[in-house]
């Protein structure tokens, strides 16, 4: 059972603030639309242009991955972070058999903003992940040192300078991507199989070195 959205306010007091500023999400959805592509996979430009390393992993933020992601930004002195949504359409490039079991699950897919601001702590990153599973949305600090994008919840991509996404996936980089690799090939439909194989091939050799 899905638990009930939580009320703007209940969000205020975990430290997530819902953004209103037109000024400012304007500038935001500019910036995601640079840095991302058919609203579901990074732009290759942005990524060589700031020589970035990307590493897809699966799925949604766990408690654990929520904790390295937390001690990366304390490592590089991240304090807040902002969620910006990506989609114009939240499904159209998604698998019709992704889009059938999302639909199925969440009946609704009203969000209460477009962008929000969050603190870069274990339970900030949670919290988000929690806010933000009906969409494609992309966390960037406001220096936009580093970006995660999470289309639907399906799986995440962590993308920016090289010691930052190895300290944020808790691995090296070659052992994330042979983790996705076997995320992406276990007991899936053919096409969802095809859909996710094909995002571990586009980012197996995504790195600033």
Same mark, same amino acid.
């Given at each position: 059972?899905?638990? %009930?959205?939580?009320?703007?306010? /209940? ?25 991302? %592509? ?12 700031? #020589? ?22 304390? /490592?590089?002195?991240? #304090? ?40 870069? =702590? ?49 691995? =090296? ?10 995320? %992406? ?11 996710? =194989? ?12």
């Amino acid at each position: 059972m899905v638990p %009930a959205r939580r009320s703007k306010l /209940d969000m205020e007091q975990n430290n997530i603030q819902g953004i209103t500023d037109s000024k400012l999400i304007a500038k935001l959805q500019l910036l995601s639309k640079e840095i991302v %592509a058919n609203e579901i996979e990074m732009d290759e430009e942005w990524v060589r242009d700031h #020589k970035w390393t990307v590493v897809p992993t699966e799925s949604d933020i766990t408690v654990r991955e929520a904790e390295w992601i937390s001690n990366a930004c304390s /490592d590089f002195e991240y #304090k807040e972070c902002y969620a910006i949504m990506t989609e114009a359409d939240a499904c159209h490039n998604f698998p019709d058999t992704f889009v059938e079991k999302i639909k199925n699950l969440y009946k609704s897919k009203s969000l209460h903003f477009t962008c929000y601001k969050f603190a870069t =702590t274990k339970k900030g990153f949670l919290e988000m992940s929690y806010e933000h599973h009906l969409g494609h949305h992309l966390f960037i600090p406001e220096d936009q040192g580093f970006a995660i994008l999470r289309p639907y919840g399906l799986y995440s991509l962590v993308a920016g300078p090289k010691k930052f996404v190895e300290a944020a996936v808790g691995s =090296t980089i070659e052992t994330a991507r042979e983790m996705f690799w076997e995320f %992406a090939s276990t007991d899936w439909g053919e096409t969802d199989r095809l859909f996710l =194989t094909e995002i571990a091939r586009k980012y197996q050799s995504v790195s600033a070195g």
